[in-house]
T-cell receptor
Framework: GAVVSQHPSRVICKSGTSVKIECRSL??????MFWYRQFPKQSLMLMAT?????????EQGVEKDKFLINHASLTLSTLTVTSAHPEDSSFYIC????????????FGQGTRLTVV | QQQVKQSPQSLIVQKGGISIINCAYE??????FPWYQQFPGKGPALLIA?????SEKKEGRFTISFNKSAKQFSLHIMDSQPGDSATYFC????????????FGKGTLLTVNP
C-alpha cells in the first residue's frame, strides 16, 4: 500500500512552546489528509480534515487556534500545537487518501507528544 | 452519539483459535467498512475492508462478515497467532464526507501461545 510518513515520531517540549508535526504522502498525491488524536487505550478521535489549498475543517470541540493545520501541497500537511500544555500530551496520527473514488486511508506511524 | 459500536472491549484467545470481533453501525449512509490493526506506539494499518454490496470478504486468515439488514459487521481471525496480539478497530465511512472514518472504540486482542 501507499506510504504516509509522519515526523517526528516522538517529541518533548516545554509548556508554552509550539511544536510542529509533519505528515507526508511519499508515493501519491493526497488531496485530503486527516489528523487524529489518540489517548492511551482509547480510539482515534478525528480532530480535523485538511484539503490541499483550502482551510481545514475542524471537528466540534477542537480549538482552531490551538491546533493549526496547513495543507500547502499535495504531499504535505502540518499540525502545529501552539502554546502547548501538559494536557496536550497525546499520540497524534495523520492519514491521507488519494483523490478519486479510492476510499482507502493510509496512516502515518504517529507522533508521541509529551509536554513538560 | 457513538455511530459505530464495537465489542468486545478485550478478547483472549488461544493460539490456533478463532478471534471474533463485532461492530454495529447506525448510519445507513455508510458505504465502506474497514478494519484496522494497531500495535502499541504505531499508527493503524488497514487489514481488510468491505462494501455493503457483498456479505463476506476473505483475505488470508482474515474474514469480514457483513449483514446489511442488521447493520452489523464482524472480523474473524482464523488460526490466531501470538503475533496477531494488537488492538483492532472497526470503522465506517461514506461518500460526501471526504470519506472520513468513524472508528469503533477498539478491541484489545491477546493470543496466548
Amino acid at each position: 500500500g501507499a506510504v504516509v510518513s509522519q515526523h517526528p515520531s516522538r517529541v518533548i517540549c516545554k509548556s508554552g512552546t509550539s511544536v510542529k508535526i509533519e505528515c507526508r504522502s511519499l508515493d501519491f498525491q493526497a488531496t485530503t489528509m486527516f489528523w487524529y488524536r489518540q489517548f492511551p487505550k482509547q480510539s482515534l478521535m478525528l480532530m480535523a480534515t485538511s484539503n490541499e489549498g483550502s482551510k481545514a475543517t475542524y471537528e466540534q470541540g477542537v480549538e482552531k487556534d490551538k491546533f493549526l493545520i496547513n495543507h500547502a501541497s499535495l504531499t504535505l500537511s502540518t499540525l502545529t500545537v501552539t502554546s502547548a500544555h501538559p494536557e496536550d500530551s497525546s499520540f497524534y496520527i495523520c492519514s491521507a487518501r488519494e483523490p478519486g473514488l479510492n476510499t482507502e486511508a493510509f496512516f502515518g506511524q504517529g507522533t508521541r507528544l509529551t509536554v513538560v | 452519539q457513538q455511530q459505530v459500536k464495537q465489542s468486545p472491549q478485550s478478547l483472549i484467545v488461544q493460539k490456533g483459535g478463532i478471534s471474533i470481533i463485532n461492530c454495529a453501525y447506525e448510519n445507513t449512509a455508510f458505504d465502506y467498512f474497514p478494519w484496522y490493526q494497531q500495535f502499541p506506539g504505531k499508527g493503524p494499518a488497514l487489514l481488510i475492508a468491505i462494501r455493503p454490496d457483498v456479505s463476506e470478504k476473505k483475505e488470508g486468515r482474515f474474514t469480514i462478515s457483513f449483514n446489511k439488514s442488521a447493520k452489523q459487521f464482524s472480523l474473524h481471525i482464523m488460526d490466531s497467532q501470538p503475533g496477531d496480539s494488537a488492538t483492532y478497530f472497526c470503522a465506517a465511512s461514506m461518500r460526501g464526507s471526504n470519506y472520513k472514518l468513524t472508528f469503533g472504540k477498539g478491541t484489545l486482542l491477546t493470543v496466548n501461545p
